[in-house]
């Protein structure tokens, strides 16, 4: 099953739109995707393909996800995330998903998967590896603690997206502040007193990036209050 995979992912292979996607994945020297390799597939193709061979093994998934291709990788993660998604028992996939985080390396990767399999598994469970997560030196283990959270705010729960928030508002990695602002956002979407009151305690020390991203959906007046540091 998995060389009929990867005999389909070459078929649809498109080397124009894999160009535009190293550029726009910042795959050059010192960038964050630096070396990582692209076919040119979009998300909906990678998505009728994990459909297609959604009953992959995970002996093979392991195989996959390790792959050079960024596309390889997204779509294991993307069988996965249907795999967990049916499963009674899974344990199995969160613990998976843990141990692969080296290969989950874009952002693309983390976001596309990190609520549906971290956030779900963690819904009814303590949520202390988050703040383990979150406290990584791995700018990835970073991004999967906060963006994992936002399983929680769709259910109108919001404290551990604080909880992690505060500790990466020091984050000095640009990923990381577009992504804490990003969940504060829709924190605030869902209950704007909340994201007002946790701005106000902790203005200081929230990035330029960070308060953009969080503060979007305010009135204009409102914002360039923040953005100014006059807001009452």
């Not at 995330?81 to 009674?88: D, P, T």
């Amino acid at each position: 099953m998995l060389t009929l995979l990867r005999e389909e992912i070459q078929r649809i292979a498109d080397s124009k739109k894999a160009k535009i996607l190293q550029r726009f994945f910042k795959t050059g020297p010192g960038e964050y995707g630096e070396g990582d390799i692209f076919l040119g597939i979009t998300v909906p193709q990678s998505r009728i393909l994990a459909k297609r061979f959604g009953s992959l093994p995970l002996k093979d998934n392991r195989t996959l996800i390790s792959s050079k291709i960024h596309e390889e990788r997204l779509i294991a993660l993307l069988i996965l995330s249907e795999q967990f998604k049916k499963a009674l028992r899974k344990d199995t996939f969160f613990r998976f998903y843990l141990k692969n985080t080296r290969h989950i390396n874009n952002w693309d990767l983390v976001d596309l998967t990190a609520p549906n399999i971290v956030g779900t598994f963690l819904e009814k469970r303590s949520r202390a590896i988050l703040l383990k997560l979150a406290r990584s030196s791995s700018l990835w283990e970073r991004r999967i603690a906060i963006v994992a959270t936002f399983h929680f705010i769709r259910n109108n729960e919001f404290n551990d997206t604080l909880r992690i928030a505060k500790i990466l508002l020091t984050d000095n990695e640009d990923l990381i502040r577009k992504a804490t602002g990003w969940m504060l956002r829709e924190v605030g979407k869902r209950n704007e007193s909340v994201l007002k009151k946790f701005l106000k305690k902790n203005y200081p020390h929230i990035s330029r990036t960070t308060l953009r991203y969080a503060i979007e959906k305010f009135p204009p007046v409102i914002r360039k209050k923040y953005l100014a540091g006059t807001i009452s």
